[in-house]
């Protein structure tokens, strides 16, 4: 049986050696995690998945913008090896966007494979920067309501 969780202060150490084993090691210069630097997470959407206590999946989420529209920068999200292929991802992805519309959010950016993400609503953002070096084909958005990115353009910036 799997116990989805709220990720708490104690997880930290748990999930940052889980992205370090699904991840190469230079995972922290990625462009991505300087919109992190000294921001605090959307602690309500992120997510631990275990198994009899044992760590499976995890998924996180930030704040930032484009000019002056509030998003939701999805990632890391990250799968322990012996357990991909089973679902895990999916099962985190649906239910932390489920919670993100219902807490509000509009609008979700990550950058990804675009055929993974494409089964979940996610399709490449026109005229969305990510900060370089970042393959603008890997730049994807989620509107959670009708219309959300229409008219949002710019450079992805940490948030306010």
Known sequence: MYQLEEETDGDWWEVE???????AP?????????LRDGVDKVR?????LRQDGILSAVIRYWPVRV??????????????PTRQGEG?????????????HRLGWERVLL?????????FGFERLEG???PPPTNPDRVLGLELVPGAWEHVRGLVEKAR
Request: aromatic fraction near 8%; charged fraction near 15%.
């Open 111 to 119: 950058v990804g494979d675009a055929p993974y993400y494409a089964r």
């Open 67 to 80: 000019g002056e529209a509030q998003v939701l920068l999805l990632g890391p999200i990250a799968v322990h």
């Open 17 to 23: 050696a889980l992205y370090d084993l699904c991840f």
């Open 88 to 100: 895990l991802g999916g099962l985190l992805i649906h239910e932390s966007l489920t919670e993100a």
């Open 44 to 48: 309500p959407l992120c997510l631990t």
């Open 128 to 130: 969305v920067e990510m």
């Open 26 to 34: 230079g995972r922290t210069a990625l462009s991505s995690y300087r």
